[in-house]
């Protein structure tokens, strides 16, 4: 295991090449996560244990709260270990332990999907494609530091938790108004990580930076297929 005190300088305050390769790095890391979760996602449906996952998952009313409890706990857990300053095989553990959760955590949603609605996985795909290449060009062509948005996005966080926890305890449906809400949370997410990745993570933060940008796009990958999935059900 690689042992070294990492840099300390932001990435703005770098040079032009050590933020070039700082950058360059983060990006190529986030392709990993995401075609290590497909990867694992092909694995777990070709194997055979996605249906049992979903049945597991979403047997019971407080199944799905407890699989939150233990995601979200696993999540900081993971995000600690990605922003070790000392040990390099500490943040590649955080990362590849938060994409085997995420993973996990996505089996009862594209379970449905694959089974009822054809063709949505794709399409939210690659709307998510769009919209993460469009948030990316809006944080790079402008410069600007979107960090302001850290305390809007954690109370819109707070409250969407609130409200899936209140869904289940009491029994009701999140529909499509939530949906939205929580996907233009998660494309808000995507621009502020993205912001930060230039303007705020010091330059040997690749990993931890990944891991948070990896987390944002899921998100706004789960809502847009609930979105898809839901106009698709009304056809």
């Not at 960090?147 to 809007?152: A, L």
């Not at 297929?225 to 059900?233: A, D, E, P």
């Amino acid at each position: 295991m690689k042992e070294e005190v990492y840099s300390l300088q932001s990435a703005a305050d770098s040079s032009l090449a050590e933020r070039s390769a700082f950058i360059r790095r983060t990006y190529l890391h986030v392709a990993g996560a995401i075609a290590a979760f497909a990867l694992l996602e092909l694995f777990l449906f070709e194997a055979g244990y996605a249906s049992s996952i979903a049945s597991m998952m979403l047997g019971s009313q407080y199944s799905w709260l407890i699989v939150l409890g233990l995601f979200m706990g696993v999540s900081y857990v993971a995000d600690k270990f990605a922003h070790s300053q000392t040990s390099e095989g500490a943040q590649y553990f955080g990362l590849g332990l938060f994409v085997l959760a995420e993973a996990i955590v996505f089996v009862p949603i594209l379970f449905i999907a694959d089974s009822f609605f054809p063709g949505a996985i794709a399409t939210a795909g690659y709307v998510t494609a769009l919209l993460v290449i469009g948030l990316t060009a809006t944080v790079f062509m402008t410069k600007k530091d979107f960090s302001f948005m850290g305390g809007f996005l954690k109370i819109g966080f707070m409250i969407g938790f609130g409200v899936i926890v209140c869904s289940i305890i009491f029994g009701f449906t999140l529909g499509l108004v939530f949906s939205g809400a929580m996907a233009l949370l998660a494309a808000g997410a995507v621009l502020y990580t993205t912001s930060n990745i230039l303007h705020q993570y010091h330059t040997g933060q690749h990993v931890a930076a990944a891991l948070a940008l990896f987390s944002s796009i899921a998100l706004l990958f789960f809502y847009v297929l609930r979105i898809v999935m839901s106009f698709m059900g009304r056809d």
